[in-house]
């Protein structure tokens, strides 16, 4: 048939082709401006716009869910202490003791370092933690001031850019007095003796408590959440003592009543930084990050008429986050004793908002963690400390009446003394293969593994992970001569002091 021979239609099979070409034209034409719209509708096309939006949680947690309690007690239970259990204030308490009676050894009896009797019997539960305490504040501590002045300036920029988060610290505001007068001041108002006018009025109620919790996350993305969930508040894993803005008289033996609900959030750590701890990374960004969301998210709820109090990095805390937070469907324990989750891994630092708002609770979740971390190690087989436990499992490792596993936070500390850059560590984080940005790999092992029930996936991808790449032995994270400060990935080019200072620099990776 030639090309002029008519159709059906009457058209020629020359113009039936020209207007198909055409008709198929215009079709991709309306895809585009369906395509255009749509990008033109969403919040993430506007230059210069951060969005935070739910889809930052992206994991669909409903086929992990379970109906909790994620936490049972296996023996009696006893709550935190800011005094034993919180490592910053042990060690405090203990470098004052030790300043007192300089010449003490851990050869010495513990009770002559008078230090409160509760600190006495946690040492003798734990005897380990008093020799890592003891070699924290007469070793560690000095020996990294002599290093800080011979390699600090290799990272003077990671300081900088450290500093820069720590700065917002001191203008973020705390409780000034105890939970039932500052958690019922209005928003803004942290008095000590507030006057009648500073109190928060009467709440608005919510048509449900699943609007409520859809609003609260909802808004707490929006406030710089990169996830969020909510759970019950328990009484268990609030400190024995010391909440902000308490006299020392005052009764903590119950939880305040309208601290019924727990409102976690949490954000990631700078992945490019985080990637070269432990010396070259900062928890400050995070801290502050989370710390400004929840503070936000309170503020709201005040102006709503419900109390709140927030509890993070930089306001302190007042009760154990990491529970709370897989109690609330956010991860789960892993082999580091802190929580994992599905979308950031451990590079997720958490604050809770407590409150009386009624609200739709989330269940706890279990998409395999426990069964990775059993074989996984790698975040144990890389500690500087050896603070992580390389057990199988964590049978018999019970703390506080519950078993899981937990890390020696007195050998964890010590090395967060002597690394170089911003204090702290975070190799943990940088190891764990659940830590990574989310791309199509990554997000292919995520939605496969959990729905493995051989454990196939996630042997092969240790396999690969032990086998194809490179990373420092746990030693040469350690200071010289043993080893070398190093890094788990090289610092991001923008944190090179040598590549924008004018000054001498000596590089801490090279013996000698």
Not at 244 to 271: K, L, N, Q, T
Not at 415 to 427: A, N, Q, T, V
């Amino acid at each position: 048939m030639s090309a002029e021979q008519k159709t059906s239609f009457g058209l020629s099979r020359r113009s039936f082709l020209k207007v198909a070409g055409l008709a198929g034209v215009a079709a991709q034409a309306g895809g585009l401006v369906a395509a255009g719209v749509n990008a033109g509708s969403s919040s993430e096309s506007y230059t210069g716009w951060e969005s935070f939006n739910p889809a930052t949680q992206f994991f669909d947690r409903a086929p992990f869910e379970f109906d909790g309690p994620a936490h049972a007690a296996v023996s009696e239970v006893r709550r935190p202490s800011l005094t034993t259990d919180y490592v910053f204030g042990r060690i405090a308490t203990f470098q004052a003791a030790y300043d007192a009676h300089p010449d003490w050894t851990p050869d010495d009896p513990v009770g002559e370092l008078e230090l409160p009797q509760k600190l006495v019997d946690f040492y003798e539960e734990f005897p380990e933690r008093v020799a890592w305490d003891y070699k924290t504040v007469s070793q560690t501590i000095p020996t990294n001031m002599e290093d800080r002045q011979k390699y600090g300036n290799y990272y003077l920029l990671a300081e900088a850019y450290s500093a820069g988060f720590e700065t917002h610290r001191v203008f973020l505001p705390k409780p000034a007095a105890p939970p039932e007068i500052s958690d019922f001041q209005k928003p803004g108002v942290y008095k000590a003796e507030p006057e009648a006018s500073d109190m928060i009025g009467d709440s608005v109620p919510f048509k449900s408590p699943e609007l409520a919790a859809e609003f609260i996350k909802e808004i707490a993305h929006r406030y710089g959440a990169t996830l969020v969930a909510i759970t019950k508040t328990n009484p268990d894993w609030i400190y024995t003592e010391g909440w902000r803005g308490c006299p020392e008289d005052y009764d903590f033996s119950e939880m305040p009543a309208h601290w019924e609900y727990a409102i976690v959030v949490g954000v990631p750590m700078e992945w490019d930084t985080v990637m070269s701890s432990p010396q070259g990374s900062t928890s400050y960004e995070g801290y502050d990050r989370s710390s400004t969301a929840a503070l936000r998210l309170e503020n709201c709820l005040k102006y709503l008429g419900y109390p709140a109090r927030t509890h993070s990095p930089f306001a302190n805390y007042d009760l154990l986050v990491p529970p709370h937070a897989i109690e609330a469907g956010l991860g789960e324990v892993g082999r580091t004793g802190y929580c994992i989750t599905p979308e950031l891994g451990g590079n997720c630092r958490m604050a809770i908002v407590t409150t009386n708002l009624p609200m739709a609770i989330d269940r706890p979740i279990h998409f395999g963690v426990e069964e990775f971390c059993k074989k996984c190690k790698l975040c144990a087989e890389s500690c500087p400390s050896g603070a992580i436990s390389m057990a199988d499992d964590y049978d018999g490792m019970v703390l506080r009446g519950y078993e899981h596993w937990y890390i020696n936070n007195g050998a964890c500390y010590n090395f967060w003394r002597e690394s170089l850059g911003p204090m702290g560590c975070r190799l943990c984080v940088a190891t764990c293969p659940f830590s990574r940005k989310d791309n199509w790999l990554h997000d292919l092992a995520r939605t496969v593994e959990p729905r493995d029930p051989t454990g196939l996936v996630s042997s092969s991808l240790l396999f690969m992970q032990k086998t194809f790449f490179d990373y420092p032995e746990a030693i040469d994270y350690r200071r010289q001569p043993d080893g070398t400060f190093a890094s788990f990935r090289e610092e991001p080019s923008w944190l090179h002091s040598s590549r924008y200072l004018n000054i001498d620099i000596n590089n801490p990776h090279e013996r000698g």
